[in-house]
C-alpha cells in the first residue's frame, strides 16, 4: 500500500451542498494531483498542485477548487453539487511535478443526492 | 487534441495464456507512460511504468513495450493467474501540459480458471 490517505472514505451530500476532501501525501512528496472516478470509467484529471501553487488543471468548472498546506496535504473542495459529481475522487501524490510517478489514494466515495 | 486510447475494453483468457492490453497516445512528445491495476473497489496501483528513452521493460510476468513512431504502447501479461483480474488503465502526460496525466478508458481483463 501506499503512504497516501485520503478521508472521509464515504460521503453522501444533496444537490446545492458543498462539499471538502482531504489527502495526505506520502513521505517525502511535494506535489498531489486529485482525480474524479465516475462509475466504470478512468480517473479524469482536475488539477495539481505542487508546493502550495495550482500546477495545471483539467476540464472542470471553478466550483471545483483546493488548497495545499505548507505540509503538502490537500483539500478538494466542489461548491453548489450536482447529481454527476457523484463519484470516486482520487488523490495522487509524486516526488516531483509531473513524469515522476503517482502514488494513489484510497479515495473518497462522494454521493449526490 | 490530448487523447489516449486504450483497446480492448474486455478481455477474457484463459488462465497460463498470455494477455495484452494496447494504448495510442496523441501527444508525440509525451515521455512517460504508467501503467495501473485497478481491483474492484480498490485504488489504482502502478504496475509498471516506461519512459521514452528505452523501447521495452519487463518485471517479472509483466511487460511493457513502446513504439513511439506509431505512438502506442503495450502491456503484456504472461502466464496469467486468477489474481491478475481486475481492470488495466494505461496513461500518458501530453508534454504541452505534463502535469495532467490522461488515462485511458480501461480493461477489464477476466482470467477463466
Known amino acids: 500500500e501506499t503512504g497516501v490517505t485520503q478521508s472521509p472514505t464515504h460521503l453522501i451530500k444533496t444537490r446545492g451542498q458543498q462539499v471538502t476532501l482531504r489527502c495526505s501525501s506520502q513521505s517525502g512528496h511535494n506535489t498531489v494531483s486529485w482525480y474524479q472516478q465516475a462509475l466504470g470509467q478512468g480517473p479524469q484529471f482536475i488539477f495539481q498542485?505542487?508546493?502550495?501553487?495550482?500546477?495545471g488543471r483539467g476540464n472542470f468548472p471553478p466550483r471545483f477548487s483546493g488548497l495545499q498546506f505548507p505540509n503538502y496535504s490537500s483539500e478538494l473542495n466542489v461548491n453548489a453539487l450536482e447529481l454527476d459529481d457523484s463519484a470516486l475522487y482520487l488523490c495522487a501524490s509524486s516526488a516531483e511535478l509531473s513524469t515522476d510517478t503517482q502514488y494513489f489514494g484510497p479515495g473518497t466515495r462522494l454521493t449526490v443526492l | 487534441g490530448e487523447n489516449v486510447e486504450q483497446h480492448p475494453s474486455t478481455l477474457s483468457v484463459q488462465e497460463g495464456d498470455s494477455a495484452v492490453i494496447k494504448c495510442t497516445y496523441s501527444d508525440s512528445a509525451s515521455n512517460y507512460f504508467p501503467w495501473y491495476k485497478q481491483e474492484l473497489g480498490k485504488r489504482p496501483q502502478l504496475i509498471i511504468d516506461?519512459?521514452?528513452?528505452?523501447g521495452e521493460k519487463k518485471d517479472q510476468r509483466i511487460a511493457v513495450t513502446l513504439n513511439k513512431t506509431a505512438k502506442h504502447f503495450s502491456l503484456h501479461i504472461t502466464e496469467t493467474q486468477p489474481e491478475d483480474s481486475a481492470v488495466y488503465f494505461c496513461?500518458?502526460?501530453?508534454?504541452?501540459?505534463?502535469?495532467?496525466?490522461?488515462f485511458g478508458s480501461g480493461t477489464r481483463l477476466s482470467i477463466r480458471p
Open positions: 516506461i519512459r521514452s528513452n528505452v
Open positions: 498542485y505542487y508546493r502550495e501553487e495550482e500546477n
Open positions: 496513461a500518458a502526460p501530453p508534454y504541452s501540459s505534463a502535469s495532467k496525466i490522461i
